[in-house]
């Protein structure tokens, strides 16, 4: 009897686990109901029933990450390099990933490799290192179109590494070995241009400043010898003017004779000293008579005075 009991609460638990159906969030489960598709059931508690549905395929929903492993590509310029990658997948039609193709994730890597191997052969082998935006976008697009009838959607590519062969190696760094140096003396040869445009820009403004300050002087010098001349001028017709007015005072005149006189005697008596040579003058004859006339010039301002 107790044998006969388990074996019937055996069977009826297998009953249950075969009536039951818990799908996970993260899956889709395709049901076959006597060997034909009957459904796609999302992730929640599901009924079945037993020996007659079936989970046929489970699929994960969530996006999935493919590893492309590397490969030997020919570049349009004939160079060999290795690539490799990773493909982000995500599942979409459960139906079509199931009866489109046999494995999907198979496909979808096999798919990227020969993919990757056509679109880097459009490119040089520079152009693969400078423009890896573009071939991820192009590589996507093209697996996307591929795909489309396995219910799978490519989410994005992401080329990892390009490593061309060692001779190649050689050869770029060389290249860049050279590009640098060609830079280099790019660099040093416009810092030697800039150096001699601002010695020579600082030679003719040291020049333009001597110009100007030697111009300014002279400017300065003339403006101080105007000055000079004009109070020069304005004094001499100044005293001119108190002379003229002196001599129409009563016995100016008489007194202006007597400067004279005395001026003249004066310049005389400078001559003698500073001259070398003794000076007689032609008129000496006539010295009486300048010395009389003296005295009466003298005895009229004396009377005037007196008046005065």
Not at 64 to 73: A, F, G, K, R
Not at 224 to 231: L, P, V
Not at 249 to 262: I, K, S, Y
Not at 275 to 291: R, T, W, Y
């Amino acid at each position: 009897m107790l044998a006969i009991l388990t074996f019937l609460l055996l069977g009826v638990g297998f009953i249950i686990y075969k009536l039951i159906l818990i799908v996970p969030m993260r899956e889709a489960c395709v049901i076959e109901r006597l060997g034909k598709f009957k459904q796609v059931m999302g992730p929640g508690f599901h009924f079945l029933i037993p020996f007659v549905d079936r989970v046929a395929y489970r699929h994960e929903t969530r996006e999935q990450c493919l590893e492309i492993p590397h490969q030997s590509c020919i570049s349009r310029d004939n160079i060999q390099i290795d690539v490799d990658g990773l493909l982000y997948i995500k599942m979409m039609d459960a139906y079509k990933a199931s009866y489109g193709i046999e494995n999907f994730l198979f496909a979808a890597q096999n798919l990227a490799q020969t993919t990757v191997r056509s679109e880097v052969g459009k490119l040089s082998l520079t152009e693969t290192f400078s423009e890896r935006e573009r071939l991820n976008e192009t590589i996507v697009k093209e697996i996307d179109r591929a795909s489309e009838p396995w219910g799978i959607k490519v989410m994005r590519y992401e080329v990892m590494n390009i490593t061309p062969s060692n001779n190649v190696i050689d050869v770029l760094e060389k290249q860049m070995e050279a590009e640098r140096q060609k830079r280099a003396e790019i660099t040093l040869a416009n810092a030697e241009r800039d150096s001699t445009i601002n010695l020579s820009e600082g030679e003719r403004q040291e020049a333009i400043n001597i110009s100007e300050g030697r111009r300014q002087k002279r400017i300065n010098e003339a403006d101080g010898r105007a000055q000079e001349i004009s109070i020069l001028a304005t004094a001499t017709a100044e005293g001119m003017k108190a002379i003229a007015d002196a001599i129409e005072m009563p016995g100016g005149e008489q007194a202006m004779n007597v400067r004279l006189v005395q001026s003249y005697i004066d310049r005389v008596a400078d001559l003698f000293k500073q001259a070398d040579v003794s000076i007689v003058p032609s008129e000496l004859a006539k010295m009486q008579g300048f010395f009389e006339g003296i005295e009466t010039v003298s005895k009229t301002v004396n009377a005037s005075t007196d008046r005065s």
